[in-house]
């Protein structure tokens, strides 16, 4: 069994940043698969397409080159968490997307991959797996702060709605929805600071690497 540690969760819980970290800590290449959804929701608005057309978002999904895409500054944006979450729920978009996740999760020697689905979809088998979470309060304010930092241009209200619309799009849909999986271990970091989310994360990852001889 590979070193495949699997990061899901809502948005702006943390898991990105606690996923990156364990990448760095345990020198596994790191995926955040939310780039692809972002990129594939981005591709469809640049095409002039409409992200109501499943057809439209599962061809830009197909022709997706997934390189350098932790280099594009516009998926970072708000517009493309939106883009993304709408084109996510689409069976095709999903289906075009899984050979690439699977095969990095699946490279000798391990991998760290953060999303919503890592745990019960792309890597089922992955011997840690974390469930990070917070209050949508709490994730309003953090992404709210994230997003004014870059000069973005928007209410703490409508982060607040902006986050509650993304939990129930993510997690009421039919095709892979936002879900613990049954073995993951739930993190809730809402009172926790990124060091001490990081911390705890990284004893959930100790205790696995010791059941599974890592
Ligand atoms: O994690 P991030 O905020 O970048 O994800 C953007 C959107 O992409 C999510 O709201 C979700 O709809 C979708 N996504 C997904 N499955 C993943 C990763 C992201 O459906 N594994």
Redesign the pocket.
């Known amino acids: 069994m590979d070193f495949v540690i699997a990061v899901d969760g809502p948005?702006a819980s943390g898991k990105?940043t606690v996923a990156a970290r364990l990448a760095r800590t345990y020198e596994l290449p790191f995926l955040d698969?939310?780039?692809l959804?972002?990129a594939v929701g981005m591709g469809v608005l640049d095409a002039h397409g409409d992200l109501d057309d499943p057809n439209a978002a599962e061809g830009v999904a197909r022709a997706l080159d997934a390189a350098g895409l932790s280099d594009d500054a516009r998926l970072t944006t708000g517009e493309a968490?939106e883009a993304?979450?709408r084109i996510?729920g689409y069976p095709g978009v999903r289906a075009a997307l899984l050979d690439l996740q699977q095969a990095f999760a699946h490279q000798p020697g391990g991998a760290v991959l953060d999303?919503?689905?890592?745990g019960t979809v792309i890597a089922p088998a992955a011997p840690a797996k974390l469930f990070v979470t917070a209050t949508p309060e709490t994730r309003a304010t953090r992404r709210w702060k994230q997003l004014t930092a870059k000069g973005d241009d928007i209410s703490y209200e409508a982060m607040l709605a902006d986050i509650l619309k993304?939990d129930e799009?993510?997690a009421g849909r039919g095709a892979a929805p936002m879900v613990q999986a049954d073995d993951a271990v739930l993190l809730d970091t809402t009172d926790m600071d990124i060091e001490a989310a990081f911390d705890a994360a990284r004893r959930i990852v100790e205790a696995a690497r010791v059941r599974h001889g890592f």
């Open positions: 948005a990105g698969t939310g780039l959804y972002r968490g993304a979450s996510a999303g919503r689905d890592i993304r799009r993510d």
